[in-house]
């Protein structure tokens, strides 16, 4: 059996006899695997000479079904109910997480949940499929907190306006900063931009000279 646990190798009288049993092991359908034919089976003469068919068969990657198994797990040993949301286009898969207590896995401004996606994208990325992107949420945080975000800083654009001074926000998450600047990216004669090391750097909004 090959090291990785979605991968076997097995051996039949024909090649099909080898697939069959691979698919029973692994608990899949035929049209979740792909086969490679390692070698195959001879019948020999009054059987001198035979050789069984052996195939390696690996379950083709799903990313719906990886992201939600390991979430499932992560979630559960936790001791949290969840349910989710799944939306998928050829590059991107989208996960809304649904259910009590939610506020644990997204931790404060989002970090936890952060964490998690990026967890998720290692485990839906690992094999040789193409990249797919995933995007987390949960009970739809980050809408809400985009929405937060633009409304400071529509407002912190004002006061720095009024006042001709930087205004310098709290430490923030990449995506967190990426709303501030994107928000205010045609904002007339204001700069925005961020300064300090990870996990403490923030933005700077800026009125031009």
């Keep these: 059996m090959d090291s990785n646990r979605d991968t076997i190798e097995r051996f039949g009288k024909t090649v099909e006899d080898a697939v069959n049993d691979a698919v029973r092991q692994l608990g899949v359908t035929r049209d979740e695997i ?3 034919v390692l070698q195959e089976g001879k019948s020999g003469f009054l059987g001198i000479g035979s050789a069984p068919a052996k195939v390696r068969v690996t379950i083709k990657l799903d990313p719906e ?3 939600r198994d390991f979430l ?3 979630i559960g040993a936790i001791g949290i109910s969840a349910t989710f949301e799944i939306s998928r286009t050829d590059k991107q898969l989208g996960i809304m997480i649904h259910g009590k207590d939610i506020g644990i ?3 404060k401004r989002g970090q936890t949940l952060d964490s998690l996606q990026y967890l998720v994208n290692l485990v839906v990325n690992k094999g040789k499929a193409p990249y797919i992107n995933i995007l987390l949420d949960a009970e739809n945080y980050r809408k809400k907190r985009r929405e937060t975000l633009e409304t400071l800083a529509h407002n ?3 006061k720095a306006r009024s006042t001709r001074k930087k205004i310098v926000l709290e430490p923030m998450t990449p995506y967190e900063r990426r709303i501030i600047h994107a928000t205010l990216q045609s904002e007339r004669g204001i700069d925005t931009y961020s300064e ?6 923030y933005v700077v909004i800026s009125p031009k000279a």
């Design 34 to 36: 792909d086969v490679e």
């Design 105 to 107: 896995l997204i931790g």
């Design 72 to 74: 499932s797990e992560v």
């Design 65 to 67: 079904r990886t992201a």
């Design 196 to 201: 300090g090391d990870e996990p403490y750097r």
């Design 156 to 158: 912190l654009v004002k």
